[in-house]
């Protein structure tokens, strides 16, 4: 198993190919364009198909046709693209299409700018697109797991028959790091709902349009129990020194690795900080937060954000713990220092409470 | 001779229709059932459908079919197309649907010579929402959103999409034609079994741009539709073969 040095821009392609990713279509935007370029090159030398398309709404749709017929099929973009891929994602839930799109975050609202931001949270956990729908999302914090996430994500598509966002950001995009690659895939599971024409047998049709009310209903409840099952089976989440912790950070993506920096800094005086790093932001870790709530009151939460996540804490935690939230919005990456600084101040609470 | 009333293979039976009385889609269901049966091409066949008055032409083509969003229908049979090259994929698309939120991926699939078939049905007006403006709607025409008539100066002029695409290279063949008559029909068959004949062909993306008459939202009966799409439609939009390189890449 040989390591290979190589950013999370590339790493994506890569492990997509590796997971049997036959179809990328994309368009180019900053911070992503490394992944695109890696597909160009790639992807075709793998005998499968690569378009730079016109537009990011033209690759979500190339995404629907290719996923229609079966293929495994991939887009990426990053923020203002994600928000032109959001009617065809919405068309991926109504279909029941497995797709992979990965959203490499900058800093927003508006065009913003190309640094890295976490600012994308909302849209990618609430659906993002028009309906009542939610999508699977994958927050990788190292390269490494960008490729054994991005890889997982065509299994988790393919089993729920959904789309399933990667949602990462410049500073995990442009971010080169030792990684082991998952071996190729043998073999692709069977897909009898694709299309491929009626042959001899009765013709089919996907569509979304679903005129009657109550047929509808029945459509969007179905989806429910989907997704109930994915909430179920699907959460990931890494808990980082909580054991003995009375004071807990919840971050995600680049903000949690620079909280780990800010934690064995803060151990080292003896502060007994942990982390709950959220793997999959939907579905979020819940549980394990409100179970934590019963030992540890005392949570501090970072994002690139003005504070998204932080409502998935304040729902898990219903009112049983204080939280403090720190951000930096914008594209600013924060430093462990910074971080180390607000859990000091936070964790003294903790201590005069104990007095 | 004897008179054949023969149903298609590739269309369905005992549906009863949405649309309204006079209006084109099913003339043009009809001959598209039709040419897929006389090619063989019915069993592999996948159509993507628009958003507007054909977005149900799933329940009366016997064929494969998926849906599209609102002009993504070219988007979305690329990828069926790079994905199973040998399928065969065609979209069936509105004036609204192609030439105004699909004008980008109409242009760029064009452009890509994507070897897929476009049916492009105009009708100068938007169907399924109730008689709106069109690109396509003629000068002094009245919509709901043109009371007055269109008015080039305010409304802009009718857009001409297939003669835009015509002239890009990767675009084999382009033909306009109108069901406007029995000999508009059979033409409108023949060209549409050229189209489908490209793409069987490999040599890359064909457009059959049909005037069709939509005499609900025209507020005309069937009759004096069919003699609008003849005698007023056709000064706007000509007949004719736009490009036919065929020959060149075959």
Not at chain 1, 54 to 74: D, F, H, L, P, Q
Not at chain 1, 223 to 248: F, Q, S
Not at chain 2, 218 to 227: E, L
Request: proline share 6%; aromatic share 10%; net charge neutral.
């Amino acid at each position: 198993m040989n390591k290979v040095f190589i950013s999370g821009n590339h790493a994506f392609g890569e492990a997509a190919i590796r997971a049997g990713c036959s179809c990328y279509f994309g368009y180019p935007i900053t911070p992503q364009n490394e992944l695109g370029e890696y597909m160009a090159e790639h992807m075709r030398a793998a005998g499968g198909v690569f378009i730079q398309s016109e537009s990011e709404t033209a690759a979500i749709n190339m995404v629907i046709g290719a996923a229609a017929t079966g293929a495994r099929a991939m887009t990426s973009s990053s923020s203002p693209g994600i928000s032109l891929k959001q009617e065809g994602i919405s068309f991926l839930a109504g279909f029941e299409l497995p797709a992979v799109i990965v959203n490499v975050m900058r800093g927003g609202p508006g065009l913003g700018n190309i640094a890295p931001s976490q600012g994308d949270y909302f849209q990618a956990t609430r659906g993002g697109g028009h309906g009542d729908y939610r999508t699977p999302v994958f927050a990788p914090a190292s390269v490494q797991e960008i490729a054994d996430l991005t890889y997982h994500a065509f299994d988790i598509a393919d089993r729920y028959r959904t789309p399933v966002m990667m949602l990462s950001d410049g500073m995990m995009g442009q971010m080169k790091e030792p990684v082991v690659f998952p071996e190729k895939i043998k073999e692709l599971p069977k897909k009898e709902w694709a299309l491929k024409g009626r042959g001899d047998g009765p013709s089919r049709y996907m569509c979304s349009l679903i005129l009657d009310v109550m047929e509808m209903e029945r459509h969007n409840w179905k989806l429910v129990r989907k997704y109930a099952e994915i909430e179920k089976d699907e959460v990931r989440y890494e808990p980082y020194l909580i054991d003995d912790a009375e004071i807990i950070v919840i971050a995600y993506g680049t903000t949690a690795r620079i909280a780990k920096g800010a934690i064995k800094r803060v151990r080292k005086d003896g502060v007994r900080a942990g982390m709950l790093r959220p793997i999959t932001l939907w579905p979020f870790p819940k549980k394990a937060l409100a179970e934590l709530s019963a030992r540890v009151k005392q949570f501090v939460v970072f994002e690139m954000s003005t504070g998204q996540m932080l409502e998935d804490v304040q729902i898990a935690l219903a009112g049983k713990a204080d939280i403090m939230f720190h951000g930096r919005p914008g594209g600013v990456v924060p430093t462990p220092i910074e971080f180390s600084r607000i859990i000091y101040r936070e964790y003294q609470k903790v201590t005069k409470k104990d007095k | 001779m004897k008179l054949k009333n023969t149903w298609p293979k590739y269309y369905k039976r005992d549906v009863v229709t949405h649309y309204c009385p006079g209006c084109g889609h099913g003339i043009v269901h009809r001959i598209v059932a039709e040419v897929l049966e006389e090619l063989d091409l019915g069993g592999r066949a996948i159509c993507v459908n628009p958003a507007g008055c054909a977005v149900l032409a799933y329940l009366y083509f016997d064929f494969d079919v998926i849906e599209s969003a609102h002009g993504r229908g070219t988007a979305i049979a690329t990828g069926v197309k790079r994905s199973r090259p040998d399928l065969f994929v065609f979209t069936y698309q509105g004036d609204g649907d192609l030439s105004a939120i699909g004008t980008a991926e109409t242009i760029h699939s064009a452009n890509r010579g994507e070897n897929i078939a476009v049916i492009f049905i105009n009708n100068a007006v938007y169907g399924m929402t109730g008689g709106q403006m069109a690109p396509t709607t003629l000068i002094d025409m009245k919509t709901t959103t043109t009371p007055a008539g269109r008015d080039p100066k305010y409304d802009g002029y009718p857009l001409h999409i297939t003669e835009v695409v015509a002239q890009f290279p990767g675009v084999v063949y382009a033909e306009r034609v109108a069901i406007d008559s029995p000999t508009g029909i059979r033409k409108t068959k023949k060209a549409i079994a050229a189209a489908f004949q490209t793409q069987v062909d490999g040599l890359g993306y064909s457009i059959i741009e049909v005037l069709s008459p939509c005499p609900t939202n025209w507020k005309q009966s069937p009759v004096d539709s069919f003699k609008w799409v003849s005698e007023v439609m056709t000064t706007e939009f000509p007949l004719g073969v736009l490009t036919d390189k065929r020959s060149r890449k075959g």
